[in-house]
């Protein structure tokens, strides 16, 4: 879309829509225009969108009522809200993590020569931030940007472990668990006891739960609101009984190592 004259282009990326809703692009572009300038004034919104105040008005109302614009009472121009500052301090937390983590989980890498994640819960799904592939011909691959549902993964359990009953039953409303494997945790009474044992242990497993031929060890950070945890993972013929207990020395050491540098 070409820029009205003496405001920045809106940005496009991919193919337009085909069903294209003007309100949310404008308010979108709304937001877009805020992270250009220090405040919007009512004239400002109306003339980029080329829409009459009254559409412009009604627009940011929607925005400051979602939080994601207040009204300063001095100047009456529109600026950053708490959603807005919520959702990039947010995002540039998880950077933050991620790269604080890398060093840590490069070394941990290079120590097991097996795969390492860093998941973060989000729900009932872990989302892997980071990951790093082993060197070896036959390995686990890499997951960075996937989405696993947590309870069929080391990396999510131990997170699941961190949160209340209540929690847990927020996020897991039925009885009845997806599978990605046979082997994956079926119900939520499963779930339940299985993650009193990982409290219990302080590190939860998978064998073969998120994927065939798969074992994994996983321990979860203790700092930070958002749950996050570290993994090795590992093809089940070499987690062995004596090479999990180097791999889970190695992660305890390596989570707790995480979250000194995170504090």
Do not use: W
Request: with cysteine; proline share 6%; aromatic share 4%.
């Amino acid at each position: 879309m070409d820029g009205v004259e003496g405001f920045p282009p809106s940005p496009e990326y991919g193919e337009s829509p085909r069903y294209p809703i003007e309100s949310v692009d404008n308010a979108l572009r709304i937001l877009l225009l805020l992270g250009e300038r220090p405040r919007l004034r009512l004239t400002d919104v109306s003339q980029y969108l080329d829409v009459a105040s009254s559409t412009a008005h009604r627009l940011l109302m929607m925005l400051q009522y979602r939080g994601f614009v207040r009204q300063e009472p001095s100047t009456r121009g529109y600026i950053p809200g708490p959603t807005l500052d919520g959702l990039a301090f947010g995002v540039l937390r998880r950077l933050d993590v991620r790269t604080r983590a890398r060093p840590v989980l490069e070394r941990l890498n290079a120590d097991l020569n097996e795969t390492v994640h860093l998941g973060r819960l989000e729900g009932s799904d872990v989302h892997f931030i980071d990951s790093i592939e082993s060197g070896r011909a036959l390995r686990v691959g890499g997951r960075l940007g996937r989405t696993m549902p947590a309870h069929c993964t080391s990396n999510g359990k131990a997170m699941l472990a961190t949160l209340t009953e209540a929690d847990l039953f927020r996020i897991y409303p039925d009885e009845e668990l997806t599978r990605l494997t046979p082997n994956s945790v079926g119900t939520r009474t499963d779930l339940v006891r299985e993650l009193a044992e990982v409290r219990s242990q302080g590190f939860a497993t998978s064998q073969e739960e998120s994927e065939e031929g798969v074992s994994s060890l996983a321990v979860a950070l203790s700092s930070g609101p958002t749950p996050l945890a570290v993994t090795a993972s590992a093809p089940v013929s070499r987690m062995t009984a004596g090479t999990r207990e180097t791999v889970l020395a190695q992660l305890l050491a390596a989570a707790e190592e995480i979250d000194k540098l995170l504090l």
